[in-house]
């Protein structure tokens, strides 16, 4: 079955510290790979994808993501957050491609804190 | 870059009444699709559609929803009959290489 946990619910983190959040997938294909950040009543901002290539991507904000195909791990880091990276994040799997119609999966979400 | 559009931003209904929400996707995408993120919880999928048909549907998309795209252009979801636990957030998305996600519709059933 096709899912993505992301194990940690609520992180707590000092402004300036760096961050993990993690995200572990199964997914029967190729998995196409996002992380999207919500900030409270607000809609889902794609923070970075995944595709092929450099497993290594790049994202918006400062942040930056590692595909570990072995580990089926997609996890987010940021080396210093901001009072600002205080947001719910989502990390999600889909397929790629215009042939197909797979849906994107969530997962239940990581609620990042910043402690000042 | 392209968007996806929703409106209405939010709609307050009172609970038994029928709501439209609307989306419009963009132009060369194939395929649409509907979540829903009720307060403080994950975003679940509704439903997908290509072609003008269902391609996939949740259990959660029960007869009380139905989907259509009626001129080719605007991508609609309705809700037949309301109830409270419909409040959520709707959120319209299209596919083309990657995913477009819309910016959502608050709905408030009261």
């Known amino acids: 079955a096709q899912s993505v946990t992301q194990p940690d619910i609520h992180i707590t983190v000092s402004e300036g510290a760096s961050l993990e959040l993690r995200c572990n997938y199964s997914?029967?294909?190729?998995?196409?790979l996002f992380w999207y950040v919500q900030s409270p009543g607000q809609g889902l901002q794609l923070l970075l994808k995944?595709?092929?290539?450099?497993?290594l991507v790049q994202g918006i904000k400062g942040f930056e993501a590692e595909f570990k195909r072995s580990q089926s791990s997609f996890n987010l880091r940021k080396p210093s957050v901001h009072w600002s990276d205080a947001a719910e994040y989502f990390c999600?799997?889909?397929?790629?491609?215009?042939?197909?119609?797979?849906?994107?999966?969530f997962g239940s979400g990581t609620r990042l804190s910043i402690r000042p | 870059e392209p968007e996806v559009t929703q409106t209405p931003s939010h709609q307050v209904t009172q609970m038994g009444q029928e709501v439209i929400l609307r989306c419009v996707p963009i132009?060369?995408?194939?395929?649409f699709y509907w979540y829903r993120q009720i307060l403080g919880q994950k975003v679940e999928f509704l439903v997908s559609?290509?072609?003008?048909?269902?391609?996939?549907k949740s259990e959660i998309f029960d007869d009380q929803f139905s989907v259509e795209r009626p001129d080719g252009s605007n991508f609609t979801l309705k809700i037949r009959s309301t109830k409270l636990e419909d409040s959520a957030m709707y959120f319209c998305?299209?596919?083309?290489?990657?995913?477009?996600f819309g910016s959502g519709t608050r709905l408030t059933v009261v």
């Open positions: 999600a799997v889909g397929a790629g491609g215009y042939s197909s119609a797979s849906k994107i999966i």
């Open positions: 998305a299209g596919k083309g290489y990657g995913y477009t």
């Open positions: 559609f290509y072609n003008n048909e269902i391609s996939e």
């Open positions: 997914y029967g294909a190729t998995p196409y």
């Open positions: 995944y595709f092929s290539g450099d497993t």
């Open positions: 132009s060369n995408h194939l395929y």
